[in-house]
């Protein structure tokens, strides 16, 4: 008797084990797993904050101005009327005046698009959008370059993109004046 009590007491344990210790060690297993996925999440998270607070420090760090000129330079957000009235003022120091001003978006460049043996400059995963700028001025060759060096000096980052030009009519009596159309194109962060 003492045998079979002995077998049952075995058969009643290992039956035990496999219907309700087993399926608990098991999910103990997977909540191991999950625990150490969560302390390696809480370290990046850490690291990440770590850094956060290294760049908001450093970003303190900057006078009021060089922040200012910074948001200048590369904008944030597109601001076409900033854009044109930055542009005209600029104009306006050396005496002309814009006219017949559009803004568009630049034409998206593919592979196709590129002439044989032409290299494409910069990253093709942008981290910025651009916007072109064209405009006519009239006036003297002197002034008008003054205009492209006094852009070439401002704090916004402009690239020229076009620039056309043609004598004016000599019939307003001003033989040193012509007509120049200027593309720009202006960058702000995505």
Same mark, same amino acid.
């Given at each position: 008797?003492?045998?079979?009590? *002995?077998? %049952?007491?075995?058969?009643?344990?290992?039956? /035990?084990?496999?219907?309700?210790?087993?399926?608990?060690? =098991? #999910? &103990?297993?997977?909540?191991?797993?999950?625990?150490?996925?969560?302390?390696?999440?809480?370290?990046?998270?850490?690291?990440?904050?770590?850094?956060?607070?290294?760049?908001?420090?450093?970003?303190?760090?900057?006078?009021?101005?060089?922040?200012?000129?910074?948001?200048?330079?590369?904008?944030?957000?597109?601001?076409?009327?900033?854009?044109?009235?930055?542009? *005209?003022? %600029?104009?306006?120091?050396?005496?002309?005046? /814009?006219?017949?001003?559009?803004?568009?978006?630049?034409? =998206? #460049? &593919?592979?196709?698009?590129?002439?044989?043996?032409?290299?494409?400059?910069?990253?093709?995963?942008?981290?910025?959008?651009?916007?072109?700028?064209?405009?006519?001025?009239?006036?003297?060759?002197?002034?008008?370059?003054?205009?492209?060096?006094?852009?070439?000096?401002?704090?916004?980052?402009?690239?020229?993109?076009?620039?056309?030009?043609?004598?004016?009519? *000599?019939?307003?009596?001003?033989?040193?004046?012509?007509?120049?159309?200027?593309?720009?194109?202006?960058?702000?962060? =995505?």
């Amino acid at each position: 008797m003492k045998n079979i009590i *002995s077998l %049952i007491l075995i058969a009643a344990a290992v039956w /035990i084990f496999w219907s309700y210790t087993d399926p608990i060690y =098991k #999910e &103990t297993k997977g909540l191991k797993e999950i625990r150490t996925d969560y302390k390696t999440k809480l370290a990046q998270a850490n690291e990440f904050r770590q850094k956060y607070e290294n760049l908001a420090a450093e970003y303190q760090s900057f006078s009021e101005t060089d922040i200012t000129r910074l948001s200048r330079l590369v904008p944030d957000t597109v601001a076409t009327v900033r854009l044109v009235m930055d542009v *005209s003022d %600029i104009a306006a120091k050396q005496n002309l005046l /814009i006219k017949n001003i559009k803004i568009s978006e630049p034409a =998206k #460049e &593919t592979g196709a698009d590129l002439t044989p043996g032409a290299i494409r400059l910069g990253a093709t995963d942008q981290d910025f959008n651009s916007i072109d700028l064209n405009f006519s001025v009239t006036g003297s060759y002197e002034r008008f370059v003054a205009f492209l060096q006094d852009l070439e000096r401002s704090l916004r980052i402009l690239d020229v993109t076009e620039i056309k030009f043609a004598a004016t009519d *000599s019939a307003k009596g001003d033989s040193d004046s012509y007509d120049f159309n200027l593309g720009l194109r202006s960058y702000w962060l =995505k």
